[in-house]
Structure formats: C-alpha cells, structure tokens
C-alpha cells in the first residue's frame, strides 16, 4: 500500500463556532438526488489586497451573533454583532466590534473614531441556518516600535460580503449535534470536531482526537452503500494517521470494508451514516486495524467547487488524475495525481512554495518527481532522474497551485519513462 494514496482533506478548524464550516468556492448546482446546494463566500479587501475565506462559520448565542472567515494559516477576519437579525450594526459602539488577526500576532480591532464602520446583515434565516450581509471598517492595534516607542498600524477593511454563510443560532431551532466514532481494534476513537464537504471528487470527511486524525473519501456524494479499498474497484478510501505531528509514524489505509451514507440532509447541511473494514499500515510494517461500529451522525457538510486538475503524457499517451491526494512532510508537501487508482505522479516541493522553475532532483528530494503504476496489486515506483525535467510553479493564491512539469524517471529495474506536457492545479490548504 503506497504512502501518496493520502486524500487532499480539509481537516477541522477549531474555532468557538464548534462544527459549522463553508468553503468559499461551493460546487454550484445539484447534490446526490437532484439536492440544490447554496453557494458560500465570504472575502474582504485588505488594503487593497482581498482576503478569501477558506472557511467561515457563524454562531448566535445571548443574542450575540459571531461571524468569522478563516484561512487555512490561521488568518481570521470577525464580526461580533450586538443582535440576532437582519439591519445595519455600527461597529465599536452598542457592543458590536470587528476584528482582524493573525495567527501568533496581536489582532487588529476596529477603531472606534471610524464612524462609517458598519456591517448590515441582509439575510438571517433560522430554518435553513445561514446568514448574508456586507461590511467595511478600520482595525488598528498597537506594537512595539523602536526604543520601545507604541506604534499605532492601521488596515483598511473594505468590499466585505459574507454569503450563505452556515448559522447556528440558540434563537431558533436547536442546532443537531455531531457524533464521529468508531472501534480500532476494539478502542473508541471519539471526535467532536468532524466535518465534512461535497464536490466533484465525491463525499470528503475529516475527524481528529487529540493528534489522531481520520478522513474519508467517498468518490460518490449520495445515498448508498460503498466498498472501501486501495484497487481499482474501490469506491472509497480511509486514511488513518495515529499521530499526525509524528512525521516518521506509521499511517493506515482501508484496505477493506463498507461506508454507508444514509442521509444527506442540505436542510440541515448534515450527512450520516455509518462504516466499518479494516486498516493497513503504509509500509506494511505493521499490523492491521480492525474498524468496527463506525458512526458519524448529523456531520455539518459544505458544498465547493473543485480547483484540482492535472493531465500530462507518460511515453506519448494520455494521462488524466481524478483523485488530488496531498501529503506534508515537515516544510515538505507531496501532492500526488492519480488516475483512478491505477497509476499516479506525484510532486514533491516546499509547502511555502513561490513561482519560479525548478530543475528536477533525484526523489524524494525537494523538486523531484515519481511516476507509480499498479501491476497486478504491486507498486512499481519509477523516481525521477536528476537534471531531467523541471517544475515550473507559475501561480500561488489562496493555497492553490499551478503549474507545469516534465521528467524522467527510472525503477529498480533499469526501466524508464518520460513524463511530458504536464499541467497541474492543486489546492494545498491544510
């Protein structure tokens, strides 16, 4: 079982909200049986720069409602509303404020000399649970300058829309609560912050408990049963990662098993359902993981729409993935290509990658390259040839990447391809 069959998940954001989460890029159109999905966003400009959520959520309790756009670096950009309905709220008076905050730095809040910061709340509806509306306003905060002097740095917030963003509200109807468990060889694996999202790859989930993480692809968003597996007829994938701040651990594939999805409720943005297999370690070092009475109940689902692609010719002929699996490794991301589990490329670059070309290195160095095809349920692993090819990154925005490539690559064999006329997008957010 090789390593890059890892999914390309959006795993949990842990934020005060609890388990509602949107993307801002939805799958526009129809979900499972003919299910209409509403479309999310929400994005601010900067100082002229615009912020795109990857995640945004909101919540009212007391009254107070709370809406937040996260991106995937920790970046927040917030709302704290002194009502739980629709009109125009003055920010930093009556108790309603903005914010903006990076991760490890002191946030910026709104100042309260701006007199045209506002934020109107255009939609709130309690039945379907979402909330719209636009905003603007100035944020300031205060940091050591030199000979300890405070300096004063101000942001300009402007254009601000939040769209069909998922509402929990105690105001209304109570919000249903998430279960995600299931037995690894006879021991609970609990979550309280799972969730999951629908695009064209399919059903995607992400569970954690402590450092434990479990995230499932389902390649088919709708009711049904589904056969787990690494094959070509598998009809999805678990990935089990015991402990993911240990880089040299061991990881666990489904390698068997069924996922039942029993409901889709986009009324309610929830999926439920339930499963159970069995895991196998990646290097196969390891002994396997029974899953037995695996549950997951009223899992808040987002909608989005896919960025991935990557089309290349291997000697001459056509090759297209459909699955986008990405890996990190330390400061390291393997983002992997794969055609329908058949075959795959997979990249290996820095996860603070920036544009530019890279010649090709030997793998699995930075900048190098794999070509891996399944011959009969074995892996045959060509790894790129220094100085072959190269990696050609040509845009980084909003965690996505695109770019070209070009390679050879050789098997313990002797045995050689070429790798040509690659072109590749991949969202990177983690």
Request: net charge negative; glycine share 10%.
């Amino acid at each position: 079982m090789r390593k890059n069959l890892l999914l390309n998940l959006v795993l949990v954001c842990l934020t005060v909200f609890g388990l509602q989460s949107c993307d801002n890029e939805p799958y526009e159109g129809l979900i499972g049986d003919d299910i209409p999905a509403l479309e999310s966003n929400f994005q601010v400009d900067i100082d002229g720069e615009t912020f795109i959520a990857d995640q945004a959520q909101a919540s009212t309790q007391n009254g107070v409602t709370m809406i937040t756009g996260i991106k995937n670096n920790g970046t927040t950009v917030s709302l704290l509303l002194n009502g739980s309905e629709t009109g125009t709220f003055n920010l930093g008076q009556d108790g309603n404020s903005g914010s903006y905050a990076e991760m490890g730095q002191i946030p910026y809040i709104v100042d309260i000399d701006d007199t045209d910061a506002t934020a109107t709340v255009s939609e709130y509806n309690l039945e379907q649970g979402y909330i719209s509306g636009v905003f603007s306003f100035t944020v300031t905060h205060t940091v050591d300058g030199e000979n300890e002097e405070e300096v004063t740095e101000t942001l300009e917030l402007t254009n601000g829309q939040f769209t069909n963003i998922p509402l929990t509200s105690d105001v209304g109807p109570t919000p249903t609560n998430a279960t995600f468990e299931v037995e690894l060889d006879g021991e609970l694996f609990t979550s309280d912050n799972a969730q999951a999202s629908i695009s064209n790859d399919g059903l995607e989930m992400a569970a954690t408990n402590g450092n434990a993480q479990m995230t499932i692809q389902i390649f088919e968003a709708s009711v049904g049963t589904f056969t787990l597996g690494s094959g070509a007829g598998a009809e999805g994938l678990i990935l089990y990662d015991p402990d993911s701040t240990n880089e040299n651990g061991p990881v666990y594939s489904s390698s068997e098993g069924t996922f039942t999805i029993s409901e889709i409720n986009m009324e309610n943005n929830t999926v439920t359902g339930v499963f159970s297999g069995v895991l196998e370690e990646a290097t196969g070092q390891t002994g396997d993981i029974e899953m037995t009475l695996g549950v997951f109940e009223n899992i808040p689902v987002s909608t989005m729409q896919d960025t991935d692609f990557a089309t290349a010719k291997i000697d001459g002929e056509d090759f297209t993935a459909s699955l986008f699996p990405v890996v990190f490794q330390g400061n390291n991301v393997i983002v992997t290509f794969d055609n329908d589990l058949n075959s795959s490329i997979g990249l290996n670059f820095p996860a603070d990658v920036s544009e530019g070309t890279y010649t090709i290195t030997d793998s699995p160095n930075n900048y190098s390259a794999t070509y891996i095809v399944d011959d009969n349920g074995s892996d045959i692993v060509y790894r790129s040839i220094a100085g072959s090819g190269e990696i050609v990154i040509n845009s980084v925005q909003n965690d996505v990447v695109t770019g070209t490539f070009k390679f050879d690559a050789e098997n313990d064999n002797g045995d050689s391809v070429s790798v040509t006329e690659g072109e590749f997008s991949i969202d990177i957010g983690f």
